[in-house]
């Protein structure tokens, strides 16, 4: 920014002060401007002592016969203003002109009031964004300086004092705002609307139960009661490299005698009592770990045409038909640069998004088309599967590429699909399979029939260092580490009718191994998803689902149909990766008869309403399902008697304790040997013990409510900080400094002191 405008006054002490206005536009060299008989003032509100951020507003009045209209803005952050104290060289306040705020005496243009407004207030105009690429776990020493860091683009204060109230342990030595983390995610909702940067400040303090406030040239995060027992340590932070050491903020306990009454206008009241106090932990809870699969602003044409269709006629119907990719969320096997009404049925492997419609040629074509989108997985890979390289089988025709962080510590995760065989590449269910009538017959009941095998997808699930191998969580690195005992060539035979499982020794032998074993090292790093297959169940044109494994009795929070993963009872952290490989029947026969009478190749797969969620066991088992649910937000209170109860407003908290059993974006983790887990608890310096931050602030809440505080107004000399504990003989009270407004002119402070 450019200096466009300055002035200098002196208080009623003699303190010299300068005042720069800084905008955007180079307007050459800086013009000096009058100041009237109230230069500058600066008022800090609040209703409440613990209130999460506490900002500031300023008044610039200036006199001018001009209008000064480059003064005029209507963008965040586009006009500065400084006010330095020019005795000791530092900065007093800093802050923007208020956007779209102007304010000109109409009858005289001698008086120019410009109002501004602090960097806190600045950041509710600032939306957040992710740190990196992609949301992650962030420490809340990162999230606060990166935002504060945005709301001083022009580095005039660089320091952030955090008082260590609460540690980790009572042995750490870590300030907390180090040891606490949060998913970055959280700070958005479900249509991923970013909260504001303020917003983001106000759920990490006000979690801490601290107070924010820009003061002169440095940020403070305040704890009224470490402050009022005593304490002056706290960790100093550089917020634009993270850097940090211990240090002892300057507070002092001073009398109103010393400080001195700039004009007597002082007043005594109480404050309300309550003695009920609540705090409430929204819960931002997650449902789908992944995107979901048929996402319309992922998916985009593969035509440069983005309207660009197909159509075919079969029989009596036509049909529509577009090919898709997805842009950023899901990777498929594609093994045509573009696919179109040529090549689609020539294609002989591989995976695409396609949108399908039709209509009969014996009605009037439909005034509007209703468009179903699914994901086709191609083969054409001739004969059973255990006789072909495998390859087919090893390649993953969906790979999840929209990778996030996440923290789950033990519950379940349900994978859930449906799919249907069909011999076209058209997902349309108005096309029927040459074969569409062939059922799954067994041996048993049919003496021509070679049987059937039961629907099988491989499917890579790793979470972090963790992958699922259909019975647990391995490490990755055995699977990694091991990988010659996967590179083998496995065969079966069949012997006098009983399937006999191999190796292929390199010098032609066989080793015989069992069938367990042959599994295992023909899924390698995967696990199988599979669909029971029933007699006389249609093979084509019809949608199925892989068989359930979740049962009422599990006690499932958000319960539904699926497979069902077991967490294991340690945390796994890191991004999900996820492929799905095409079922193990595609491209063989689904059902063969010697006959010839049974069902053709099967060429296409079709899926749709894919989704992996976490869910856990409720807390109240309720078979009927007419319970509490386990979903809603936790509510903390306080209340010393149900008999009279007055409540305080409540305090909602977007930023909480892993307290229940859901899985939360909210949810407040801390590293335990270098590992992410949820936090248990933080101890209090205070209270020489280990609580939940909740229990922590809703105690403090109902300590100061709980009986009458007086609360002390008066105009005092500017001799004192927001930070000081201020003693009134009188009263006989030390209280502390709720609200304040200074006149640097007049020395003087317009304050709200009030008892702890």
């Known amino acids: 920014m450019n200096l466009a405008y300055y002035s200098e006054f002196k208080s009623r002490y003699n303190t010299p002060y300068r005042v720069e206005i800084y905008t955007k536009k180079n307007t050459g060299s800086a013009k000096e401007i009058r100041l009237s008989g109230t230069p500058f003032t600066v008022e800090w509100e609040s209703d409440r002592l613990y209130k999460p951020l506490k900002m500031s507003n300023a008044v610039c009045s200036i006199i001018t016969r001009e209008l000064l209209l480059d003064l005029y803005t209507g963008e965040n952050q586009g006009v500065e203003v400084v006010?330095?104290?020019?005795?000791?060289?530092?900065?007093?306040?800093?802050?923007?002109?208020?956007?779209?705020?102007?304010?000109?005496?109409?009858?005289?243009?001698?008086?120019?009031?410009?109002?501004?407004?602090?960097?806190?207030?600045?950041?509710?105009?600032?939306?957040?964004?992710?740190?990196?690429?992609?949301?992650?776990?962030?420490?809340?020493?990162?999230?606060?300086?990166?935002?504060?860091?945005?709301a001083d683009p022009q580095k005039c204060v660089q320091k952030l004092y955090v008082q260590n109230c609460n540690k980790l342990t009572s042995s750490a030595t870590a300030?907390?705002?180090?040891?606490?983390?949060?998913?970055?995610?959280?700070?958005?909702?479900?249509?991923?609307?970013?909260?504001?940067?303020?917003?983001?400040?106000?759920?990490?303090?006000?979690?801490?139960?601290?107070?924010?406030?820009?003061?002169?040239?440095?940020?403070?995060?305040?704890?009224?009661?470490?402050?009022?027992?005593?304490?002056?340590?706290?960790?100093?932070?550089?917020?634009?490299?993270?850097?940090?050491?211990?240090?002892?903020?300057?507070?002092?306990?001073?009398?109103?005698?010393?400080?001195?009454?700039?004009?007597?206008?002082?007043?005594?009241?109480?404050?309300?009592?309550?003695?009920?106090?609540?705090?409430?932990?929204?819960?931002?809870?997650?449902?789908?770990?992944?995107?979901?699969?048929?996402?319309?602003?992922?998916?985009?044409?593969?035509?440069?045409?983005?309207?660009?269709?197909?159509?075919?006629?079969?029989?009596?119907?036509?049909?529509?038909?577009?090919?898709?990719?997805?842009?950023?969320?899901?990777?498929?096997?594609?093994?045509?640069?573009?696919?179109?009404?040529?090549?689609?049925?020539?294609?002989?492997?591989?995976?695409?998004?396609?949108?399908?419609?039709?209509?009969?040629?014996?009605?009037?074509?439909?005034?509007?088309?209703?468009?179903?989108?699914?994901?086709?997985?191609?083969?054409?890979?001739?004969?059973?599967?255990?006789l072909t390289s495998g390859d087919k089988l090893y390649t993953p025709y969906l790979t999840l590429k929209k990778k996030n962080a996440s923290l789950l510590n033990s519950g379940y995760l349900i994978i859930d699909f449906s799919y249907k065989f069909s011999q076209s590449y058209i997902a349309d269910d108005g096309f029927n399979s040459p074969s569409g009538k062939s059922v799954y017959v067994s041996n048993s009941s049919n003496k021509y029939s070679a049987g059937y095998e039961d629907t099988k997808f491989y499917c890579r699930l790793k979470i972090g260092d963790y992958y699922y191998n259909g019975e647990e969580w391995r490490l990755y690195s055995e699977y990694t580490n091991n990988l010659d005992y996967y590179k083998v060539n496995l065969g079966i035979e069949s012997v006098y009718g009983e399937k006999k499982y191999y190796i292929h020794k390199s010098d032609g032998s066989k080793e015989y191994i069992t069938k367990l074993e042959y599994e295992k090292i023909y899924a390698k790093d995967r696990f199988l998803i599979v669909r029971k297959n029933?007699?006389?169940?249609?093979?084509?044109?019809?949608?199925?689902?892989?068989?359930?494994?979740?049962?009422?009795?599990?006690?499932?929070?958000?319960?539904?149909?699926?497979?069902?993963?077991k967490l294991p009872s340690f945390c796994l952290y890191g991004e999900i990766e996820l492929d799905l490989c095409p079922p193990t029947i595609l491209g063989g026969r689904p059902c063969h008869l010697t006959d010839g009478n049974g069902s053709d190749y099967c060429y296409y797969c079709h899926i749709k309403d894919f989704s992996i969620k976490y869910t856990d066991r409720k807390y109240i088992y309720d078979v009927f399902?007419?319970?509490?649910?386990?979903?809603?937000?936790?509510?903390y209170s306080n209340v010393i008697s149900d008999n009279y109860v007055t409540e305080a407003?409540?305090?909602?908290?977007?930023?909480?304790?892993?307290?229940?059993?859901?899985?939360?974006?909210?949810?407040?983790?801390?590293?335990?040997?270098?590992?992410?887990?949820?936090?248990?608890?933080?101890?209090?310096?205070?209270a020489g013990n280990s609580y939940l931050p909740e229990q922590i602030l809703i105690d403090k809440l109902y300590r100061h409510h709980k009986t009458p505080k007086l609360i002390y107004k008066n105009s005092l000399n500017y001799r004192f900080s927001p930070f000081d504990m201020i003693k009134e003989n009188s009263l006989d009270r030390t209280m502390l400094v709720n609200a304040l407004g200074i006149d640097y002119a007049n020395d003087s402070i317009d304050v709200t002191l009030i008892e702890l």
């Open 83 to 150: 006010l330095k104290n020019r005795e000791t060289n530092t900065l007093e306040w800093f802050g923007f002109v208020t956007p779209n705020m102007y304010s000109s005496d109409y009858i005289s243009l001698d008086t120019l009031d410009i109002e501004a407004i602090d960097s806190i207030a600045c950041l509710d105009n600032i939306k957040y964004s992710y740190m990196g690429e992609k949301a992650d776990f962030r420490s809340f020493s990162e999230i606060i300086c990166n935002v504060l860091a945005k």
């Open 534 to 565: 029933n007699e006389n169940d249609k093979v084509y044109d019809t949608w199925y689902s892989p068989t359930n494994q979740v049962s009422y009795k599990e006690n499932l929070s958000n319960s539904s149909d699926g497979v069902l993963i």
């Open 175 to 386: 300030c907390i705002l180090k040891s606490l983390y949060i998913h970055e995610r959280n700070f958005f909702d479900e249509m991923n609307e970013p909260m504001t940067c303020k917003d983001v400040l106000t759920s990490l303090v006000e979690y801490l139960g601290m107070t924010l406030i820009q003061w002169k040239d440095a940020y403070y995060i305040i704890d009224y009661e470490y402050i009022d027992n005593g304490y002056t340590d706290c960790t100093l932070f550089n917020i634009r490299n993270l850097t940090s050491s211990n240090t002892i903020l300057p507070i002092s306990s001073k009398n109103i005698m010393d400080i001195g009454v700039s004009s007597s206008n002082g007043s005594i009241s109480l404050d309300s009592v309550y003695n009920k106090v609540t705090v409430v932990a929204n819960t931002n809870a997650i449902g789908d770990l992944c995107p979901d699969l048929i996402d319309d602003d992922d998916l985009e044409n593969q035509n440069s045409d983005p309207d660009k269709y197909y159509t075919q006629t079969i029989d009596d119907t036509v049909f529509l038909s577009a090919y898709f990719k997805s842009k950023e969320n899901w990777e498929t096997l594609q093994s045509v640069e573009e696919m179109d009404d040529s090549n689609i049925g020539n294609i002989y492997y591989g995976s695409f998004f396609q949108k399908t419609d039709s209509y009969s040629i014996n009605d009037s074509e439909p005034s509007s088309l209703d468009w179903g989108t699914y994901l086709t997985f191609c083969s054409k890979t001739m004969g059973e599967p255990w």
């Open 625 to 635: 399902g007419n319970k509490l649910d386990d979903t809603e937000d936790i509510v």
């Open 649 to 686: 407003d409540d305090i909602e908290l977007t930023v909480n304790s892993y307290a229940k059993q859901i899985l939360s974006y909210s949810n407040v983790a801390t590293k335990n040997n270098g590992k992410l887990d949820y936090l248990k608890s933080v101890y209090s310096r205070i």
